[in-house]
């Protein structure tokens, strides 16, 4: 993993960074499959910091939203607090595109296979169709194309978080191709919604 290439062989996407140490967010909507592929790069040896307990430990929760049931994290101060002792350092939440981050990865998930997902976690209705709605609009890609040019997607409907890792480190080697923003799509799911 970012370790020199030999020669003719295919160039680092991101060879300037190397030096320096490269944090990745990894974030979706939640219920994308985020946390298993955390522990997946764990296993694998890999810097991850999970952000909500970061927040937590480090005392950087400002509020709690009573409507959605969830507490509000000062992102601004979280983004000074975060250290990594690493050359790869993955920081997990659904708000890691918002930090100062050298690219953003997007796990999405099927709105049908979401929907049992989040209610599989006693999700009330409400906040199980809201994160529906933002999957369903790309919301967080969205706003990850916004905050910097290196975002990629990848689909972890049916993926396993063993494959879904193994992608992650691809895109990290440079091998993005079919990874864009963009390219995965649920326009169809959400006009059978209405």
């Not at 659904?94 to 796990?107: C, G, K, N, P, Q």
């Not at 990629?152 to 049916?158: A, F, L, Q």
Request: with cysteine.
């Amino acid at each position: 993993m970012f370790s020199p290439r030999e020669r003719g062989s295919e160039p680092l996407i991101y060879p300037a960074l190397v030096l320096r140490g490269v944090l990745v967010a990894l974030t979706g909507t939640p219920g994308t499959g985020k946390s298993s592929v955390a522990s997946e790069l764990e296993r694998r040896g890999y810097y991850v910091v999970r952000l909500d307990r970061f927040a937590e430990e480090h005392k950087l929760i400002s509020g709690f939203d009573a409507a959605r049931g969830t507490r509000e994290v000062d992102i601004e101060a979280l983004d000074r607090e975060i250290r990594v002792p690493a050359k790869v350092g993955f920081l997990v939440g659904h708000y890691a595109h918002r930090l100062s981050v050298d690219l953003t990865i997007v796990l999405r998930c099927h709105p049908r296979v979401l929907r049992d997902r989040l209610q599989g976690r006693g999700w009330p209705e409400g906040k199980i169709k809201e994160n529906l709605e933002a999957e369903a609009i790309d919301t967080i890609t969205q706003e990850a194309t916004a905050r910097g040019p290196f975002v990629y997607e990848i689909e972890t409907t049916k993926g396993t978080p063993e494959v879904v890792a193994g992608v992650v480190l691809e895109i990290l080697q440079g091998k993005t191709q079919g990874r864009e923003p963009g390219r995965i799509d649920w326009t169809d799911e959400v006009l059978s919604w209405y």
